[in-house]
């Protein structure tokens, strides 16, 4: 059974189509939903929360039609809002604790359960201070804790990594990543932020004008070029590069030093090691270039 399961869902707002049938499937592991500002997302998002219903189509969360059954699929859903999101004026355990209350759950077993959360994002003893006195990072990871506190199957991160520094954000993504891994938890992370997504997910959605334009895993869509390589060369390597111009190759010196080769069609890769020997040289290192994620992206919403 899918665990997100949309079939040509439709939903407006007065005359603005936010999404134009969108079909799509999430089995479990991570998937980025990907898209431009206005795409859509985070109407995608709301609809399975069940905060807006679709005027079309059918959507079902483990099973659970929505919005008849959106009780029971909310019971497995947690949600990590991109807004501002946290009670100021109280402490982040008190906080917590009401939260996992919201879930039904008895106030010393909700206090419980804010601790652990608490330990497993790496809130020391400030989890007794008003979060007023909160740092952005440390917002953002209460955010994600309120998002975990009835223990979900299913996460839905709307840009987690909002207003965090370098090292917070590696932080938050380590933990999306250990949810996913080790706890089967299933995640939809939506970021405009690709190297996120790139860090985390091993599936990707890009929606784009309320359409799911492209979907697939990330290793799919990122396959290797045709006649990109990049190459280094033991020695003589002027040598060599004049070789592979002759060739009809067209060379780039990367900044690591390495030679970026776009070789013509007609020539078969194993030229470049005939033309090394020729030049009594050899292939230190020879890798056939991949697409990024960034150029499958922005082809898929028709940029170059
Ligand atoms: P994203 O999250 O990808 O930026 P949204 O889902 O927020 O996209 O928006 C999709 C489309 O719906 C956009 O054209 C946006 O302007 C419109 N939209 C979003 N929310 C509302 C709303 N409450 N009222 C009217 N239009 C909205």
Do not use: W
Not at 16 to 41: Q, S
Not at 97 to 116: I, N, P
Request: glycine share 8%; aromatic share 6%; charged share 25%.
């Amino acid at each position: 059974m899918a665990i997100v399961e949309l079939n040509n869902v439709e939903v407006s707002y007065g005359a603005i189509k936010a999404l134009r049938g969108v079909t799509c499937t999430v089995e479990g592991g991570a998937v980025g939903l990907l898209g431009p500002n206005g795409a859509g997302k985070s109407t995608l998002l709301r609809t399975l929360l069940g905060f807006i219903r679709a005027d079309a189509g059918e959507a079902s969360l483990f099973g659970y039609r929505l919005p008849a059954e959106a009780l029971e699929a909310r019971q497995r859903l947690g949600y990590m809002p991109e807004r501002d999101a946290v009670a100021r004026k109280v402490s982040a355990v008190s906080f917590l604790t009401y939260c996992g209350c919201l879930f039904g759950m008895q106030r010393s077993d909700a206090m419980e359960r804010a601790h652990e959360v608490l330990n497993y994002v790496g809130m020391g003893d400030s989890r007794y201070r008003k979060m007023q006195t909160y740092s952005t990072g440390m917002c953002q990871r209460i955010k994600f804790a309120q998002a975990l506190v009835h223990d979900p199957k299913l996460l839905l991160l709307d840009e987690p990594t909002n207003g965090l520094d370098p090292e917070g954000r590696l932080e938050m993504l380590e933990l999306i990543k250990e949810l996913v891994t080790k706890r089967g938890v299933t995640v939809l992370l939506s970021s405009h932020l690709l190297p996120d997504v790139e860090h985390v997910c091993d599936h990707v959605l890009v929606i784009h004008q309320g359409r799911i334009v492209r979907e697939g895993s990330i290793g799919e869509l990122t396959t290797a070029r045709e006649n990109l390589f990049e190459i280094r060369v033991r020695e003589h390597q002027e040598a060599y590069r004049n070789a592979l111009e002759t060739a009809g190759c067209v060379l780039q010196t990367l900044p690591n030093g390495n030679l970026l080769v776009e070789k013509p069609a007609r020539l078969e890769p194993r030229v470049f090691f005939e033309l090394a020997r020729a030049q009594n040289t050899h292939v230190r290192h020879f890798v056939a270039v991949r697409h990024r994620l960034e150029e499958v992206f922005m082809q898929a919403i028709g940029r170059h």
